[in-house]
């Protein structure tokens, strides 16, 4: 596609609800990255792929997050037991190389999905 | 622990005014600075900076990075209302991103 895809664009979720969060990236990208977002904060990084391979998970904040690019396209973020703190926009981007050349294309970023935890 | 700080946090200023941003940096494993301007949600890229003393320059924006200092700016001269955003700048592995400067240009 021509951007960085992401759906839905609000959700709002009963604490304890478990939710799922996609990211298209651009066509072809190689490196996808999920960033969360509190409010007035910049982006925090959670968890980095290179093709279908997570390479770097450092960010997650607990185990009740985890991510996914089982084809090397398509991503999804799920949060399990949500919790009222995990309230923020979750942030895609994607790169079109991988490794250490990612850093010199820059990032292009997906707009967003805000997720309220009530 | 890679860390980016940028002030000032915000900054209200006049149509026709001229900003400077600023971004200071302390990565383990640093390639290059980016700079980000966010209005709504998504992050859109400005400047990428890999190299000490180069300005680069894209129209009423501009960015310089300093690498032996670990800081960059941003200058935004003739500011408008359409610049008014959060601007970003980001570091290091996995970008490192800072909290960002809110910048408000008042008609």
């Known amino acids: 596609g021509a951007g960085v895809s992401q759906s839905p664009r609000y959700k709002v979720a009963k604490r304890g609800q478990d939710v799922a969060l996609r990211c298209d990236p651009i066509?072809?990208?190689?490196?996808l990255f999920w960033y969360q977002q509190a409010l007035g904060q910049g982006p925090e990084f959670l968890t980095y792929f290179q093709n279908e391979a997570q390479l770097d998970k450092s960010g997650l904040p607990s185990d009740r997050f985890f991510a996914e690019r089982p084809e090397g396209s398509v991503s999804t973020l799920k949060i399990q037991r949500t919790q009222q703190e995990d309230s923020a926009v979750y942030l895609c981007?994607?790169?079109?190389?991988?490794?250490?050349?990612?850093?010199?294309?820059?990032?292009?970023f997906g707009s967003g999905t805000r997720l309220t935890v009530v | 622990e890679d860390k980016v700080v940028q002030s000032p946090l915000s900054l209200v200023v006049h149509e026709g005014d001229t900003v400077t941003l600023n971004c200071s940096y302390e990565v383990t494993n640093f390639r290059s600075l980016l700079w980000y301007k966010q209005e709504k949600k998504a992050p859109t890229f400005l400047f990428m900076l890999?190299?000490?003393?180069i300005e680069k320059k894209s129209g009423r924006l501009s960015s310089i990075l300093d690498k032996k200092e670990l800081f960059s700016i941003l200058n935004i001269t003739a500011t408008q209302t359409g610049d008014s955003a959060v601007y970003l700048c980001?570091?290091?592995?996995?970008?490192?991103f800072g909290g960002g400067t809110r910048l408000m240009v008042k008609p």
């Open positions: 980001a570091a290091g592995n996995m970008l490192t």
């Open positions: 066509s072809g990208h190689v490196s």
């Open positions: 981007a994607s790169s079109p190389t991988g490794g250490a050349a990612s850093y010199l294309y820059g990032y292009t």
């Open positions: 890999t190299s000490s003393g």
